[in-house]
């Protein structure tokens, strides 16, 4: 333990792409464990950062210690041994320590190797809860304490006598074994930690050098501030963050270049599918729907394949706007295609789009895993479909489009960038349009889809009163009954949603077919009744919503997801089952099914109690709020910006350390920064960008086609 941080002993050839079984004290078996914390290299373990930090650096004397608190003390080993068998015959490891002041016995249970560990004269720094001693009913003892055998004053301390991280563990492996190796590759690697930003970049962001933010975010020695350190917002972790923001935008500039040079032909519109469809509504389109309707068609009519966003909240009309897009593709004699995430999306998009075009003379297909009709994929292959809608099934060989010229991805972040890619070479540089109802704010949107053009539908239809949400427990079902029968006796209809859990979906299946007849029998024998699940076929699922939209059916029991597609003003309530089951997004999408006439609506959440506290904090922000920019940024706070961006899915490069939330203005700063540089240097092509361009095919590998960099 002669050796510091700063002053490291070398291996012959140490690169931080080694595997971490070759750093002392690891091997072959704990790289196993390494493995399970997506550790292999020795860049994975400096960015496996702690979790937490605890301050052990404030001694106290023996005489000084509080029962019940965490203290740190330092002391000379007074005794040593296996002293007492308990009446379970559990061996009991005694070590006595005093300092002048007074002494402290530190206990390990069933660990009788601990006895090779110590010995008696031996200075020790030791940190843990104190408490009474429990075997002679006075004096103090720790249980399990951290410890450090001092055997030089020059020693570096690990885990004692200063502040500690605290990383995340597997069995097996240890904070304590996981500081012993940081303190191993620290020794042996810190010179190869070297900055790849440019020295003007670093500059501009007073950002400290990368050498010595791992060393102080691995052992903390400058900044003293355990608050600072525990919320992730110390100069150490806004250096990484930085960095992880910084190759994201830059991938994502380099992307956006590539495109912009895309090339297609320029489309002719003249707006006649377009008028004819805007003439059959039965409403108005919003002055928002209009605005993104004229970017698009600006996107359209110039040489450069369109890459648009569009998002917005539940019910804003993104599905008409999509059409209307496909519209002006189809009257240039080009094909179009929607593709989403699940069948049951796909069939409420084809059941939607295809009422809506009832009076076009367009045909229109869809093709599922399940639902691949010969004489449709035929219709594909000719060029006669003017409009398909499916699922994963759409990328597969066997669909063939005769002329494919726009691409409509719905819930994008569903899909990985490699099957969005898949999409887009059914046609030559097709218009691609995504659309997302996961609504988040315009400076979030513009870092983490910077490659596209971003459009938002920021209003609603008029005419629509806020929808109240109300919470029952089980034990109140009646109460929510209640108001669904006052809604159905003034005309209105209503929805009783079902989870379906894949692990689960016979027995789910089985109670909602099994409520459905007691609701039919004993709850609302006056009512008809609507059954609506993912195993019925595409027919029967077609006259079920027909149905309910026409008014036939006054209660549509569901155990499949409508978030889109059912566009029923008249339906005025919703009572969700098992609503803690849900998540955010899921339980706002419901919700936007019902509201959408002059009716009050009403969404009634019915759980299970006790419920967990994240599933009360989704119920509670539902009840209070309305609207989705809210909802998703409490969702993005309850689920972490990786499960809610889906960037493993999404093929962007993972976000270990950096949060989208709490870091936006650095993630703003690091996307000025990319974006300029691009700029200023197009291929990456300059000797100081050498380092720019590893680091970049590493962290986006193969997820995207960066051609200007390979």
């Not at 595997?19 to 994975?44: C, H, M, W």
């Not at 080993?77 to 002048?100: C, H, P, Q, W, Y």
């Not at 104190?130 to 006075?138: D, L, T």
């Not at 009076?359 to 399940?370: A, D, F, M, R, W």
Request: proline share 4%.
């Amino acid at each position: 333990m002669k050796t510091t941080l700063e002053s490291p002993k070398m291996n012959l050839t140490p690169r931080l792409t080694d595997s971490i079984q070759y750093v002392k004290g690891v091997g072959p078996k704990r790289a196993e464990l390494f493995k399970k914390l997506n550790i292999l290299t020795v860049e994975d373990a400096l960015t496996h950062l702690p979790r937490r930090y605890e301050d052990r650096g404030n001694f106290k004397k023996i005489s000084q210690i509080k029962y019940g608190e965490i203290e740190t003390i330092s002391g000379i080993v007074k005794a040593a041994g296996i002293n007492i068998t308990s009446r379970k015959r559990m061996k009991i490891f005694e070590l006595v320590v005093g300092d002048g002041t007074g002494i402290i016995t530190a206990k390990w249970f069933n660990q009788p190797y601990m006895k090779n560990v110590f010995k008696v004269g031996q200075k020790v720094i030791l940190n843990g809860k104190v408490k009474m001693n429990s075997y002679y009913g006075y004096g103090a003892e720790i249980d399990s304490p951290e410890y450090e055998i001092i055997d030089d004053e020059a020693d570096v301390l690990l885990h004692t006598g200063r502040i500690v991280p605290i990383y995340p563990e597997t069995s097996g492996l240890s904070s304590r074994q996981i500081r012993v190796i940081m303190k191993n590759i620290f020794d042996t690697y810190l010179s190869e930690i070297k900055d790849h930003l440019p020295a003007d970049i670093l500059e501009h962001n007073k950002l400290i050098p990368l050498s010595t933010t791992f060393s102080e975010v691995h052992f903390p020695q400058m900044e003293k501030d355990m608050a600072l350190l525990n919320s992730g917002r110390s100069e150490m972790y806004r250096r990484l963050a930085f960095d992880e923001f910084f190759f994201l935008e830059l991938g994502l500039a380099l992307r956006k270049k590539d495109m912009e040079k895309e090339k297609r032909d320029a489309l002719k519109i003249n707006g006649e599918l377009l008028r004819q469809l805007i003439n059959s509504l039965s409403f108005k389109l919003t002055s928002a729907q209009v605005r993104v309707i004229d970017e698009i068609k600006n996107d359209l009519i110039s040489p450069h394949p369109m890459n648009r966003l569009i998002q917005g909240d539940v019910g804003c009309g993104k599905t008409i706007v999509a059409l209307s897009a496909m519209l002006m593709a189809i009257e240039n004699g080009l094909q179009t295609v929607i593709m989403v995430p699940t069948e049951i999306l796909a069939e409420q998009h084809y059941f939607n789009i295809k009422s809506l075009i009832s009076k076009l003379s367009l045909k229109i297909v869809l093709l599922t895993s399940s639902r691949k009709d010969k004489e449709d994929i035929k219709a594909v292959e000719d060029g006669n479909a003017n409009i398909v809608i499916g699922t994963h099934a759409l990328i597969q060989d066997d669909i063939r489009f005769k002329m494919l010229g726009l691409a409509v991805v719905d819930e994008q972040h569903k899909f990985g960038v490699m099957q969005r890619g898949a999409l887009k070479k059914k046609g030559y540089n097709p218009d691609i349009l995504i659309m997302t109802a996961t609504p988040i704010p315009r400076t979030l949107a513009m870092s983490v889809y910077g490659d596209l053009d971003i459009s938002v539908i920021d209003e609603l239809p008029p005419g629509r009163t806020p929808i109240k949400t109300l919470k029952f427990y089980k034990s109140h079902r009646l109460e929510a009954f209640k108001l669904v029968k006052k809604e159905l006796s003034n005309g209105r209809q209503c929805y009783i949603i079902y989870p379906l859990i894949e692990e689960s979906e016979k027995v789910d299946l089985k109670a909602a077919t099994e409520m459905a007849e007691h609701l039919k029998k004993d709850i609302f024998p006056e009512y008809n009744l609507g059954l609506l699940h993912g195993r019925m076929k595409t027919e029967e699922k077609e006259k079920v919503m027909k149905d309910f939209k026409e008014g036939r059916t006054n209660i549509l029991v569901s155990t499949t997801v409508i978030e889109v597609g059912i566009d029923v003003p008249n339906a005025s309530v919703m009572l969700i089952e098992h609503a803690e089951r849900f998540g955010l997004a899921q339980l706002h999408q419901l919700r936007g099914r019902v509201g959408r006439g002059q009716y009050q609506s009403c969404c009634l959440l019915m759980a299970e109690y006790p419920l967990s506290d994240d599933a009360k904090r989704r119920l509670d922000i539902m009840i209070k709020t309305n609207n989705g920019f809210d909802i998703a940024e409490e969702d993005l706070n309850i689920r972490g910006p990786g499960e809610f961006f889906g960037t493993k899915q999404s093929g962007l490069p993972e976000l270990k350390n950096a949060n989208i939330l709490r870091d936006v203005k650095i993630l703003e700063a690091a996307r000025r920064e990319a974006f300029e540089l691009i700029k200023k240097d197009s291929l990456l092509s300059m000797p100081e960008h050498n380092g720019l361009k590893t680091i970049l095919r590493q962290r986006w590998l193969e997820k995207l086609e960066l051609g200007t960099i390979s």
